[in-house]
């Protein structure tokens, strides 16, 4: 099988199919940054579009982001809404097509940076292709949904670039930017302090502060600017019985492949339906809210107590490409709500497993790979019922293991 990996990439590095591979991702970032704005053109569909255009909508007319009395019709922090003023400005048209350019950038730099993190030659990527065909379905969902996974990729692909370089000031504030947009990134301030990168950590802090408070307020003012914030915290950082945020029933739902959702659906008696009505259930156990809530601790224990072991103290460039894509596991599976747009991350742990597969003809990764390669294939043939039993979740933890006994192979080889 490893023999048969190596004879795949080898032809996939070869001059016409290079060529072949650059035209054909071209022509396909060309086809997704057009679908959306054609799509709402000639039939008006808009997805998550419509939620953007209202929040920029609100802001621009100065508006209340968070309602009191109803669920909040947009649950990302109030500068995402700030950043999304200007495109709407320009109409709903203007706005599909801005979005879908910048993810179709967005994707450009994560195959960029992956290439330039695992320390290759622009010719000699062919891991990188065949990790993007595996995720290509979640690169094409945040297109179909307007969903900003892949500019969150690119920013923490190229804050973990910054750090490789010593510019940390610059990887701070990209990953403050990345949690700006979208809360979840922030767990990567963890990892900058365990690892003392005390001048990133300093500037993800500072340049949030900046992000949050002082940019907006010339448009929203500092009385509002406060409130956003506050009620934005209030509606959004909670995790009950009852639920997850603001969209109770989605949490635990098959759609939501975080620990938090993956747990309590297998081990709770929860609904694994958006609408439940009638309910239907999934769960092997029977246990109570506290006792979940146990297991997802002595979980994020154990994998967080697994991270720092591998970790080698010798920091090297290829020990750092390991670290970098096993923290990006890490990040996404511990979000509180992960749906399947977001394993679109998995796209440089992939590249990088494959790359170590073949190079070092790895048993233990290769079986990893497969395993993973499986669970994603049953993701598509049957979505809804190979994630109610968390496909993805387990897909992303395998890929996870294989990363931490490549890191401590390394550790034991220095130590040696």
């Known amino acids: 099988m490893i023999t048969w990996l190596r004879v795949l990439t080898q032809r996939l590095e070869g001059p016409r199919v290079r060529l072949l591979f650059r035209v054909l991702l071209i022509t396909t970032a060309i086809t997704f940054t057009l679908l959306p704005f054609v799509r709402f053109l000639h039939s008006g569909t808009q997805m998550d579009y419509r ?5 920029g909508q609100t802001v621009v007319r100065g508006g209340e982001l968070y309602p009191h009395t109803q669920n909040f019709p947009f649950m990302y922090p109030p500068t995402c809404a700030l950043l999304l003023a200007a495109p709407a400005f320009f109409g709903k048209p203007a706005l599909i097509l801005i979005l879908s350019s910048l993810n179709t950038l967005a994707w450009i730099l994560c195959i960029r940076f992956s290439s330039a993190l695992m320390s290759e030659q622009r010719a000699q990527n062919a891991h990188i292709v065949v990790a993007t065909f595996i995720v290509m379905p979640f690169v094409w969902s945040s297109y179909h949904l307007g969903q900003p996974s892949l500019v969150l990729l690119a920013l923490m692909l190229g804050a973990f670039l910054s750090l490789r370089h010593g510019r940390e000031t610059l990887a701070g504030a990209l990953v403050a930017l990345a949690v700006a947009i979208k809360a979840f990134p922030l767990l990567a301030i963890f990892y900058l302090v365990y690892r003392r990168y005390w001048t990133a950590a ?6 949030l502060v900046i992000l949050l408070f ?12 406060l409130n956003d914030a506050r009620d ?7 995790y009950e019985q009852g639920g997850i945020a603001q969209r109770p029933a989605r949490g635990y739902s098959w759609k939501n492949q975080s620990i938090f959702g993956v747990t309590n659906r297998l081990l709770r008696r929860v609904s694994v339906d958006d609408e439940p009505n009638p309910p239907a259930y999934a769960n092997l156990a029977d246990l109570d809210f506290r006792t979940i809530n146990i297991v997802i601790t002595a979980s994020a224990l154990l994998l967080g107590f697994s991270f720092v072991a591998a970790m080698p103290r010798q920091r090297a460039p290829e020990g750092d490409a390991r670290e970098f894509a096993a923290l990006l596991i890490l990040i996404l599976i511990f979000t509180p709500l992960a749906f399947g747009y977001l394993f679109v991350w998995l796209m440089f742990p992939l590249a990088l497993l494959i790359k170590r597969t073949k190079a070092a003809a790895e048993s233990i990764s290769l079986m990893c790979l497969l395993i993973a390669l499986a669970l994603l294939i049953a993701t598509g043939i049957t979505p809804r019922f190979a994630q109610i039993y968390g496909s993805l979740f387990f897909a992303a933890l395998v890929l996870y293991l294989a990363l931490t006994i490549d890191l401590r192979r390394q550790q034991n080889l220095i130590a040696k």
């Open 51 to 55: 939620t953007w255009f209202d929040a």
């Open 214 to 225: 002082v940019l907006p307020i010339p448009f929203r003012g500092w009385y509002q600017t």
């Open 232 to 238: 934005w915290q209030r509606g959004m950082l909670h």
């Open 202 to 207: 300093i500037s993800l802090v500072i340049a």
